[in-house]
């Protein structure tokens, strides 16, 4: 079992619609949860944590996290052609080690 | 403030050769990390440092040295290029390791894309 499994992309969506993505993770001691935007050819970009059981908003992305069931997500409200990229899950535990999943590639199509 | 920055941005190398990726921060953050990127693959920890004289093995760290002298730079040397290592390297900040208060967050450079022929 991945450390870190991410819905398999690429995920298409209309401009203004809403990408819903995935994450599940192994390890029951991760503490915090990010969320990286990658565009094509650049470095991660931080774009959201989160660190209780619960939704956290900020603007137009809402994480959502659920330790019982091992489950974070990322929703993209009213995407933008800017918000084509890929977005990496990673649980942090206490010991250094950011754990990504292999990303999900949003698509936002006008 | 600069960031995390990282130099070269693109480096061909011949199997056997040897060089060094250089990262430098100025953000005064005491935790630094190496990452390497395949295509289509999450990132993969090579080696971290807690601090200046500390450094400590990631999850693949096999043909990869590092150092830390100092605070602001953490560069990683290759011995030995393969074709293997063909990847792209980042290097990552943070200014602590406890999770939960935000201060734990890594901050990324820009990376360097290595191709080994």
């Known amino acids: 079992q991945k450390e870190v499994e991410q819905n398999s992309g690429p995920l298409s969506v209309p401009e203004g619609a809403i990408a819903s993505l995935n994450c599940t993770y192994s390890d029951r001691g991760s503490q915090s949860f990010f969320w990286y935007r990658q565009y094509s050819g650049k470095s991660p970009e931080l774009i959201m944590s989160i660190y209780s059981n619960g939704d956290k908003e900020d603007g137009r992305f809402t994480a959502q996290l659920n330790k019982a069931s091992q489950y974070v997500s990322l929703l993209i409200r009213d995407s933008q052609p800017s918000d084509s990229a890929t977005y990496l899950c990673?649980?942090?535990?206490?010991?250094?080690?950011?754990?990504f999943g292999a990303g999900t590639t949003v698509t936002v199509r006008a | 403030n600069a960031g995390v920055t990282q130099t070269p941005k693109f480096r061909i190398l011949k199997i056997g050769q040897s060089m060094t990726l250089q990262c430098t921060q100025d953000?005064?953050?005491?935790?630094m990390y190496w990452y390497r990127q395949d295509p289509g693959m999450g990132l993969k920890l090579i080696y971290y440092?807690?601090?200046?004289?500390?450094?400590d093995k990631g999850e693949v760290p096999n043909g990869y040295n590092v150092s830390r002298s100092t605070t602001e730079d953490f560069p990683l040397r290759l011995e030995l290029a393969a074709p293997s290592q063909t990847s792209v390297y980042f290097c990552?900040?943070?200014?602590?390791?406890?999770?939960?208060?935000?201060?734990?967050?890594?901050?990324f450079g820009p990376g360097t894309r290595l191709l080994v022929l």
């Open positions: 990552a900040s943070s200014y602590s390791r406890v999770a939960g208060g935000g201060r734990e967050t890594q901050y």
């Open positions: 990673a649980p942090y535990r206490d010991d250094y080690k950011l754990s």
């Open positions: 440092s807690v601090g200046a004289g500390i450094t």
């Open positions: 953000m005064n953050h005491n935790y």
